[in-house]
DNA sequence: AATACAGACAACCGCCACTAA
DNA sequence: ATTAGTGGCGGTTGTCTGTAT
């Protein structure tokens, strides 16, 4: 046979507690402690059930709670676990100490979530989301850019979504061009953390890359015109696609096959190469945010997004032009003003992410 | 001033592993 | 060995508060 019942629930209080039930529990507690819990509230003379009584402990009137909003160090360390460890809000919260799995876990759901999802970043996964990629795993579909399919898309698709995907997709192709498709992968490799094999297949691979292509230079196709390398990058960052023109093609060659990096607006990111530093990870941070490295290993990762936001003095560009000095004192809304700056910078100037968010 | 809406968070629900009976 | 209660956990809901219209 098993246990009696842990109570009985007919004629049990629900819902929000009073500060009397508070008080009689925190002294209840103080003076017996919390060894059973089915047997605790009728000793303590609480009409509650004793599942109600110890979450009403741990999640509120433990004395080791540690209240108010969560710091930026804390918001970090929340999002580098939970990039390693999932939805393990018990284990996120045994890594922050006086932070309760259901405080860590609304807030989450409740700010980091949908941050993460202005950024364009699939809070599941923490690379960039499916949706984005697999539109711009279409538009690489083709051994060239057939931008008349692209034309026709523009009635079927937000052709603010599509511009983003042609981002992704020209950042994709600088991947493929070294065959580095996603930083996360490196990251793993570099990081004790990362390399576990319970955490990589935590985080697989995402994007099953489309297959590099003979041609080292995006090339855009239409059945008049030849294939013609686009040198002028800015066609992929600004332009609507929907009102893309072949005839606007250059024909100037990369010289070596190598994209020149001076002809990247200044304020181009490649989102595609946006990965994390694991939390146990010693790298510093880099030095140069918005550089974009040609071999491949970005050195943007959200890591060092938020380290500039605590030193922005570190990079230089455009992350200079917000005056905003942060550090571990800095307010909430100072943070999340220098990060909504950050957004304007890599996605904002584009489009309207909020649109398909 | 009234209403609608969104954000924040406390609390509940249901499932599962463990374990006492 | 079996059964069912307990505690723990993650997901979801309900309620309160602040803000926008």
Known sequence: MGRAPCCDKSGLKKGPWTPEEDHILIDYIQKNGYGNWRTLPKNAGLQRCGKSCRLRWTNYLRPDIKRGRFSFEEEETIIQLHSMLGNKWSAIAARLP?????????YWNTHIRKKLLRMGIDPVTHTPRLDLLHLSAILNSSSQMN?????GMHNLVNPQLLRLANLLSSTQFQNQNQNQY??????????????????????????????????????CTTLETPNVPIS??????????????????????????????????????????????CVYGSDPPPSDTSTFQSNGSSNFSFRSVLSNMSSPSSSPT???SNSIKLTSNSTEEEKESYCSNLLKFNIQDMLDVNEFV
């Open 98 to 106: 006086g932070r309760t799995d259901n405080e860590i876990k609304n």
């Open 147 to 151: 931008f008349s399919r692209l034309v």
């Open 182 to 219: 996603l930083m996360l992968q490196n990251n793993a490799q570099d990081n004790q953390i990362c390399s576990n094999s319970q955490l990589q297949n935590h985080m697989p691979p995402l994007v099953q890359p489309c297959q590099p292509q003979n041609q080292d230079i995006p090339t």
């Open 232 to 277: 002028n990058i800015d066609h992929f960052r600004t332009s609507d696609v929907t009102n893309f023109n072949p005839q606007n093609c250059q024909l100037n060659d990369w010289p070596n096959n190598q994209i020149d990096l001076t002809s990247f607006p200044e304020d181009y990111v490649p989102l595609s190469n946006y990965g994390y530093d």
């Open 318 to 320: 455009p992350l200079h």
